[in-house]
């Protein structure tokens, strides 16, 4: 099973790597619209495919619609996502970005009162609560920030003049082609994820993952003169990242029931774009705040900090995911799913 998962992180992150350079491509020959068209056919295709080609999972819990547990996450994320996005043009310390703060923590605050009481919660707090599945959701957060910024800060530095000092003046398509290493890293890190997770737990290859992301971190940050330096430390970012990602997937489910799945990754996934939203606003701030004199250009040092940051969380996320406890994960790992309120068709 975990090695399965390393074979959708690996696909996931080898597509979303050659639809980074596609996009290059897309915007410098047509226009940036054709993104969402082209996009939306992706996305209307696989639907289809997966209606025809994915079985339905074997495992029923009879459940009801957790109405107000579904508004209340809702609304609290729409807030805190659009107070992170917006705050750079309204201003951190503006009346909207304040409001929508303070209404993203009341939500949130109220969206736990209400599932730790329903008869039928659409998340079970317990389960967020179980240290393997916190520390691990903890990690994911940790990361997402520190892999956007870099993902991000990328393509912004290639395609900068080499007349301001760095850079390479390269186009958008060129940018695209200098993440490409990181999908070809990830198509054998995420099945190597797996292969070490079953021989000696996955909060190892989670944390040896989030270790090579800080080391491709501090390359671009010290070593990035020569055109082959960022796309070196490109490739060693996608090792990290199929690593990391394959590993989280199977952390969350060897801690959760089976009917508890879908609720827990996709929880996984959501803190884990929270942490790419801060991430990237903070560093759009840094590149906005260290400027070139007299213009509005960002200085190499924004970049060179934005890099060090990156470097720093990811370190720390490798901590947390050594933190989490073997015993902990090797008992939940045997649980059998087989509750009496399990139906099978």
């Keep these: ?70 508004l209340l996450l809702s609304g609290a994320l729409v807030a805190l996502m659009l107070s992170l996005t917006e705050g750079e043009h309204w201003g951190w310390t503006s009346a909207p970005v304040l409001g929508l703060a303070a209404a993203s923590a009341g939500l949130f605050a109220a969206w736990g009162l209400v599932e730790a009481r329903s008869a039928a919660p659409m998340v079970d707090m317990r389960m967020l609560a179980h240290r393997p599945v916190l520390l691990t959701n903890v990690t994911t957060m940790i990361s997402g920030f520190a892999l956007f910024s ?29 993440l490409l290493p990181s999908s070809v890293a990830m198509l054998f890190a995420g099945p190597a994820a797996g292969l070490i997770g079953r021989r000696f737990g996955s909060k190892w290859p989670l944390a040896g993952g989030m270790v090579i992301v800080a080391l491709s971190a501090l390359l671009l940050a010290e070593t990035h003169d020569q055109a082959w330096h960022v796309a070196v430390a490109s490739g060693a970012l996608g090792a990290g990242v199929g690593l990391a990602f394959a590993a989280m997937v199977a952390l969350i489910s060897e801690n959760v029931s089976q009917t508890e799945m879908g609720i827990a990754t996709g929880m996984n996934t959501v803190v884990r774009m929270v942490g790419a939203v801060v991430g990237g606003q903070v560093g759009a701030a840094l590149l906005t705040a260290q400027t070139i004199g007299g213009t509005s250009s960002p200085a190499e040092s924004a970049f060179t900090t934005a890099f060090w940051l990156s470097a720093v969380a990811a370190l720390a996320a490798s901590f947390i995911a050594l933190s989490i406890g073997s015993r902990a994960l090797r008992e939940e790992g045997r649980r059998v799913e087989a509750a009496p309120e399990f139906v099978s068709d």
């Design 1 to 70: 099973m975990k090695v399965g998962f390393g074979l959708l992180s690996a696909v996931f992150g080898v597509g979303g790597g050659f639809g980074i350079v596609l996009s290059g491509v897309i915007v410098d020959h047509f226009s940036w619209r054709w993104l969402f068209i082209l996009g939306s056919i992706a996305v209307a295709a696989s639907i289809v495919l997966v209606h025809r080609f994915v079985p339905e999972s074997p495992v029923r819990s009879p459940s009801r619609v957790d109405v107000p547990g579904a």
């Design 150 to 178: 870099c993902f991000v800060l990328v393509p912004a530095f290639v395609q900068a003049p080499a007349s301001r000092g760095y850079g390479f003046g390269a186009t958008a398509t060129e940018a695209g082609l200098f």
